[in-house]
């Protein structure tokens, strides 16, 4: 079985732009958005990828992704609930750690996001300065959420 286990933050400032190793315009839709289990569709570059999510508990779910090719996925978008997500994710290294920072587009402009993935739970890792509140907990910031009640709509 495959597990993520991924805390999420927001990002408080831009200093991290200077560390990018790489970066990638992801677009992603779901074709199922129940808690309990998702579906996704991403394009990601020029890769596609069909990815199935279980529920989370704490930070930690089931999650199995499988390469497609790009054409079946931009395909599968079109089926999808809208809006679909466009960001740009951005790779940095940091203290032996590899974060993504989310930088969202379309409804959700002006959402930035940093994950990382970790091994366990417990996993010790360094924050970096531009890193801000841990909103791992909170479902409002779940992609799967975002496609509900966009970023643009908050007060």
């Not at 200093?15 to 579906?39: A, P």
């Not at 931009?74 to 740009?88: N, Q």
Request: with cysteine; glycine share 4%; net charge neutral.
């Amino acid at each position: 079985m495959a597990i993520e286990i991924e805390r999420k933050f927001l990002v408080v400032n831009d200093s991290w732009r200077n560390d990018v190793r790489k970066k990638f315009r992801i677009i992603q839709g779901y074709l199922n958005t129940s808690i309990e289990r998702s579906v996704r569709v991403r394009i990601k570059g020029d890769k596609g990828y069909l990815t199935i999510k279980g529920e989370s508990k704490s930070i930690t779910r089931m999650e199995f992704e499988y390469e497609i090719p790009v054409k079946e996925a931009e395909s599968l978008i079109t089926l999808c609930d809208t809006p679909v997500i466009e960001k740009v994710r951005h790779e940095i290294f940091f203290e032996k750690h590899m974060w993504e920072i989310d930088e969202f587009a379309g409804e959700n402009k002006g959402l930035i996001i940093a994950e990382i993935e970790l091994k366990s739970e417990e996993q010790a890792y360094k924050k970096p300065k531009w890193l801000g509140r841990e909103v791992s907990d909170n479902p409002d910031y779940y992609n799967l959420s975002l496609i509900k009640k966009p970023y643009s709509t908050w007060k």
